[in-house]
């Protein structure tokens, strides 16, 4: 198993110091830091957004804890979260690449975004390069998205990224989408 380098940032880097910023036609996609808590907590706040997300929300203390934990990793080198914003730097939302569960084995990519973002195609543009990154940068040979049953859109998302159904693995209750680094060569190479 390749060594994925959990926690070693070098020079006391941090998560977001080993992660690149993305742009895109439409928007911009960095790396999070803390300066985002004030939108994820806002955009978490709405319970359509959070509809599929098992974590309860209710406790504020314990929804900041948690976001600065993902905030901070520590992930392998090159991943983590990034902040989804517009040209004018208006919060979209989030995508992340981080170990399944922020524990692994798997390296799981995931979306969110506040319902005034949705169905405008920003959350596969904005992970569009980010699964890019996982394959031809960071040289993962899979990656794995979990998604509850009955959310469609995000189902949408994984398939228009080339994710596929995959039942090798009982993940219950979530339904998962996989794609393999030979697929997303393929799938490049014909697009």
């Known amino acids: 198993m390749r060594d994925r380098g959990v926690g070693r940032y070098p020079g006391g880097m941090s998560p977001a110091d080993s992660q690149p910023i993305f742009i895109t036609e439409r928007l911009i996609v960095r790396p999070r830091t803390p300066a985002d808590e004030a939108a994820c907590l806002l955009m978490d706040g709405d319970p359509e957004v959070v509809r599929y997300v098992p974590t ?49 084995p798997e390296t799981e990519i995931g979306w969110r975004l506040p319902r005034a973002a949705w169905g405008k195609g920003y959350a596969t543009e904005a992970a569009r390069p980010v699964l890019r990154h996982a394959f031809e940068t960071l040289g993962l040979d899979e990656v794995v998205a979990d998604v509850l049953p009955g959310n469609a859109a995000s189902m949408g998302v994984a398939a228009k990224l080339g994710l596929r159904l995959d039942q090798r693995k009982d993940v219950s209750p979530y339904i998962r989408f996989t794609q393999t680094a030979a697929g997303f060569r393929a799938r490049a190479a014909t697009s």
């Open 56 to 104: 309860p929300w209710s406790d504020e203390a314990g929804h900041r804890a948690f976001l600065a934990t993902r905030t901070a990793g520590p992930y392998p080198l090159g991943q983590g979260y990034w902040t989804i914003t517009d040209r004018s730097d208006a919060f979209l939302g989030w995508v992340l690449l981080i170990p399944s569960d922020a524990i692994g």
